[in-house]
């Protein structure tokens, strides 16, 4: 499990997460749902897409981010935050950041596209390149907090985050009356524990289910084996789904979770091709798993009013997965 | 000008539109407006995305395809409609008809896109091919017609498909007040003369201008000199917009509309990625010449409440037109 340092407290409560919804709604768009008639067909199921590919920064990470960075006290944000984070984490925690005014430092990988490099930039990120190894995107990190006193805020790790993440699903759930499952990727778990929370608050009978590369089926086997079993850098083209869980987000997932169930490689390519053609609208791979799972266990959802979070629109429309073949 | 029959009426009133409006509310989706903070920054304007890629077979089209089929009456729909299309009407026409329960016949050049031809047999549409000249299209449709007396239903030039076009601008001013400005591609004009007609209808002060491509300047060309210009196929990135006007829309245009501005082709295709990247939605070509004029003319648009109509979404997603260069 990857140790980073847990914020203190204890799991969000309801109220807590209310409060967070309250709080984020100053910067975070409540997102849309859309259907797609022929995407029904297709699953046999009767699915409603909760569009967070539209939050700011391009992904739920924003919700998580802009809670985390505003609840710091005054003394705590001065010297502003850090994190590691080749993806949304980084992009979100920057513009985060650039709302409450302080400095975002975040270490990447020298290897990240220029995309995600452009995209950090563009939101006042101060970029900390490092060789793309776990340790020493950890080590580089350490030095940066050291030289810069900053807090870390962890993409996943932090009651904080957890509870911005939770407030996705709590505002689908109103959205949407009588959804009977909800499906949300997995990958450290923040989205898939934030939104099991939610469930437990504000809904009786909703099932959610973690949604996960089988090329990265670490969440599925410690939700299965009921102990954590890491992942180590596994290559699915879910460029967002391969950390492992963390010790605040496993605890919540393995109590809460229906299931999680998993995707081929080619079904994640092919749902996320699907919700562009079908729904016009840009996800990137991590957050077409959703379908991909419901398109591969059609007996699961079948004929059942079903959730599913489009985590993310965030993808380098140079470089498209069935492009490169 | 295309020596299309139009069928016969009056121009569209206030009190048809709103007929049409009632008619294809059975039918047609009420489409989303997005607003995307990045792209007003980028723009110095205000703007406001009439998300018609989102429309049922992806683009404005199915609203007029769909009012011209319902209003058949039995004998006229009895043995189908036809027309020539290789675009997005072809797919408007088919789904109407198959909503109908009646034979749509498509002829499409022989050249035309696996993705069009998929989309239409997709929706159940009969296509005969032809070889890829307006003459052989127009000969082989009244083959098609002498041999199965379907009713032609021309994607522009035909009353009701202007009616049913407008019903996205009379949609567009209720759901956002105090536009100043709607921006809308042109091609054939059905958009067009449809949005001049709900402006004159149900704003008193909103100014209708047409969006075209630098290298089909017909229509600015035959607005600026009142006088039916002809474009010949011009190869524009731009698939939608490479016809000529109608001698329907033609003049509803000329009285109507407060000017036509032009786009270069690099400007569309940048458009049409800031949409993609930015507001990650799908759109076409066709459907970013609003957004590229406006960029194009920022003096016409600084700090004005500006409405633009994302006229479709309909793209092969493995030929992008930033990636052919």
Request: hydrophobic letters at 40%; proline letters at 4%.
């Amino acid at each position: 499990m990857k140790e980073a340092e847990p914020n203190q407290g204890l799991v969000p409560g309801k109220k807590e997460i209310l409060e967070t919804r309250e709080l984020i709604s100053f910067y975070a768009h409540i997102t849309p749902v859309l259907t797609c008639r022929s995407i029904n067909a297709l699953s046999g199921s009767k699915l409603f897409f909760k569009c967070e590919n539209f939050q700011k920064a391009g992904a739920f990470k924003f919700r998580g981010a802009v809670n985390a960075v505003m609840r710091l006290s005054k003394k705590e944000a001065s010297n502003g935050v850090a994190t590691h984070s080749s993806g949304n984490h980084a992009q979100a925690l920057s513009l985060a950041s650039k709302l409450r005014g302080i400095t975002a430092r975040i270490v990447m990988p020298e290897n990240a596209s220029l995309v995600k490099v452009a995209a950090v930039e563009s939101y006042g990120g101060i970029i900390r390149f490092c060789r793309p190894t776990l340790e020493d995107r950890e080590t580089t990190l350490k030095e940066v907090i050291k030289e810069s006193a900053a807090r870390e805020i962890h993409p996943y790790n932090d009651y904080r985050i957890i509870a911005g993440q939770a407030t996705a699903a709590a505002e689908f759930l109103e959205q949407i009356s009588g959804l009977e499952s909800i499906v949300v990727p997995v990958g450290g778990g923040g989205l898939l524990s934030g939104t099991i929370l939610s469930a437990r608050y504000f809904s009786s009978t909703v099932r959610i289910y973690g949604a996960e590369p089988e090329m990265a089926n670490d969440a599925q086997e410690s939700f299965r084996q009921k102990r954590f079993i890491p992942v180590k850098d596994p290559a699915t083209v879910a460029d967002g789904l391969r950390t492992s869980l963390g010790s605040l987000t496993f605890p919540i997932i393995s109590g809460g979770a229906e299931d999680i169930l998993t995707a081929s490689e080619e079904g994640i390519i092919l749902a996320m091709k699907i919700i562009w053609e079908r729904m016009k609208v840009i996800v990137e791979p991590s957050a077409a798993v959703g379908l991909a799972v419901i398109l591969e266990n059609p007996d699961t959802f079948r004929g059942k009013r079903t959730g599913v979070i489009l985590s993310g629109g965030n993808t380098d429309l140079s470089h498209l997965p069935w492009q490169i073949s």
